[in-house]
């Protein structure tokens, strides 16, 4: 009688317990989803490229990086750092499983046809450079040539063949080193996403997968990198926007400019680095982009819509890719980390520009600074045990995580595949039979099914 009482007594304590967690996550969800879309409603600006619609002289003297780091900035800084702390607890929970299933789902076809729908857009995109006859990658990059437009013509020639792949990466090179040597590398340090894209499809006839992975990892980093570098633009030229501003009041809601400036900066560069961070992270980041940079086509228009129709595409990209291992790293680590990254980069810029330029007020302090603050996140990360890094719960999947928790012992990728090759080799051990028990099979082996996943 009185075992049967203790039994209910904890079935009912344990159930308390599950209600409470789910209160909890689901009010975390609801501040996340009000926070993110208050700041989509406000930060729209963040999307517009300023050096399409205004003109801008990339020679002109940045504001010091100190006069950066006001209350505003602070505050809003502040925000998404709680809001990037949120996302990554989020990702370690039975409720950030469901939505990466929910995305591995609803993006599975999309997902195996991501190749296909890069070379599409990129066709697309090359062909309407060619066909304007006056820009080299985007709007603001003006030049005319016949050989350039020879190249913008041949690209786009170039993605029906899977043979001809690399030699369309080659010519998307080419017109980035064309654009150096025209309008300088620091100003074209806003488009490294097109060195990314030029390097993924040189590598698209590779057998390797460690290769062909790379190449969506690599496209996803300068995507990242082509939203952070103009996103300190923001920071530093804040009279770059105004004009903007007062043609499009719309975005402001009413807000003062300065204010909605700084907020659109924290957003841009805020989701960039999310870009860098944990799956499930960088997949809601993407969403949030793509979101964003439909919703600027509404007030900026077509030249907008077709100058980031590249871009749009990779988030979609990245949206659809689950590879990765969730929660692999602290939640605290992301905000920690981020909150001197962002700081670093603006000095970074700001020396930079001084240094490239040659400006009156040329230091290099602000860019040692920079340099500095960066290299210290990556002593502090590579020198953190893993114990530190990694909470007991991390993840490399759910099964895995459920081991983990009981005790069992967990097998490395490298043991998985050596096993699973093994079984198949055995009588009865193939794919025509149940796996044993405690043995991994190949659908667990992460380079699974890597021929179709990219396109091979």
Same mark, same amino acid.
């Given at each position: 009688m009185r075992t049967d009482r203790a039994a209910r007594r904890e079935r009912g304590g344990l159930a308390l317990g599950v209600r409470r967690v789910r209160s909890n996550i689901t009010q975390s969800m609801l501040i996340i989803g009000w926070s993110i879309f208050g700041l989509i409603l406000t930060s729209t600006t963040a999307t517009a490229h300023v050096k399409w619609f205004v003109n801008c002289n990339p020679v002109d003297d940045p504001i010091p990086a100190t006069e950066v780091f006001t209350k505003t900035f602070f505050l809003f800084s502040s925000l998404f750092l709680a809001l990037l702390y949120v996302g990554c607890k989020l990702e370690q929970t039975s409720l950030g499983e469901t939505v990466s299933q929910f995305l591995d789902r609803v993006t599975a076809t999309l997902h195996r046809r991501s190749d296909d729908l890069l070379r599409s857009v990129a066709a697309v995109s090359f062909a309407l450079l060619w066909a304007d006859g006056r820009l080299i990658l985007t709007p603001e990059l003006k030049v005319s040539s016949i050989w350039l437009s020879a190249i913008q013509l041949l690209v786009p020639m170039y993605m029906f063949w899977r043979a001809t792949l690399p030699a369309a990466?080659?010519?998307?090179?080419?017109?980035?080193?064309?654009?150096?040597?025209?309008?300088?590398?620091?100003?074209?340090?806003?488009?490294?996403?097109?060195?990314?894209?030029?390097?993924?499809?040189?590598?698209?006839?590779?057998?390797?997968?460690?290769?062909?992975?790379?190449?969506?990892?690599?496209?996803?980093?300068?995507?990242?990198?082509?939203?952070?570098?103009?996103?300190?633009?923001?920071?530093?030229?804040?009279?770059?926007?105004?004009?903007?501003?007062?043609?499009?009041?719309?975005?402001?809601?009413?807000?003062?400019?300065?204010?909605?400036?700084?907020?659109?900066?924290?957003?841009?560069?805020?989701?960039?680095?999310?870009?860098?961070?944990?799956?499930?992270?960088?997949?809601?980041?993407?969403?949030?982009?793509?979101?964003?940079?439909?919703?600027?086509?509404?007030?900026?228009?077509?030249?907008?819509?077709?100058?980031?129709?590249?871009?749009?595409?990779?988030?979609?990209?990245?949206?659809?890719?689950?590879?990765? +291992?969730? *929660?692999?790293?602290?939640? /605290?680590? $992301?905000? &920690?980390? #981020? @909150?001197?990254? !962002?700081?670093?980069?603006?000095?970074?810029?700001?020396?930079?520009?001084?240094?490239?330029?040659?400006?009156?007020? +040329?230091? *290099?302090?602000?860019?040692? /600074?920079? $340099?500095? &603050?960066? #290299? @210290?996140?990556? !002593?502090?990360?590579?020198?953190?045990?893993?114990?530190?890094?990694?909470?007991?719960?991390?993840?490399?999947?759910?099964?895995?995580?459920?081991?983990?928790?009981?005790? $069992?012992? &967990?097998?490395? @990728?490298?043991?998985?595949?050596?096993?699973?090759?093994?079984?198949?080799?055995r009588p009865g051990g193939g794919s025509g039979g149940p796996p044993r028990s405690g043995v991994a099979t190949t659908a667990e082996h992460p380079e699974h099914g890597v021929r179709e996943r990219f396109g091979v």
């Open positions: 990466g080659v010519g998307i090179l080419v017109l980035y080193d064309y654009g150096i040597a025209i309008y300088g590398l620091f100003h074209m340090l806003d488009y490294p996403v097109f060195i990314g894209l030029g390097v993924f499809f040189a590598l698209s006839v590779s057998q390797n997968p460690k290769l062909q992975a790379f190449r969506f990892d690599l496209l996803r980093w300068t995507a990242a990198a082509s939203l952070l570098w103009p996103s300190m633009e923001k920071f530093v030229y804040p009279g770059w926007v105004a004009p903007i501003a007062i043609t499009h009041p719309e975005i402001t809601l009413g807000f003062d400019v300065a204010l909605v400036v700084t907020a659109a900066g924290v957003v841009e560069s805020g989701l960039a680095f999310a870009l860098f961070w944990t799956p499930l992270v960088r997949r809601l980041a993407a969403l949030v982009f793509i979101l964003l940079l439909i919703a600027a086509t509404f007030d900026f228009g077509k030249v907008d819509g077709i100058g980031h129709l590249m871009i749009i595409t990779i988030f979609l990209v990245v949206l659809a890719n689950p590879d990765g +291992a969730p *929660g692999r790293c602290r939640p /605290i680590l $992301a905000p &920690l980390v #981020a @909150s001197v990254a !962002l700081p670093a980069l603006i000095f970074l810029y700001t020396g930079g520009h001084a240094l490239y330029y040659g400006s009156e007020n +040329a230091s *290099g302090i602000p860019f040692v /600074i920079g $340099a500095a &603050l960066l #290299a @210290s996140i990556l !002593l502090c990360l590579s020198g953190l045990p893993r114990s530190v890094r990694c909470g007991p719960a991390a993840k490399i999947g759910s099964r895995q995580c459920r081991q983990a928790r009981r005790g $069992a012992p &967990l097998m490395s @990728s490298s043991v998985k595949a050596d096993k699973s090759s093994f079984d198949a080799s």
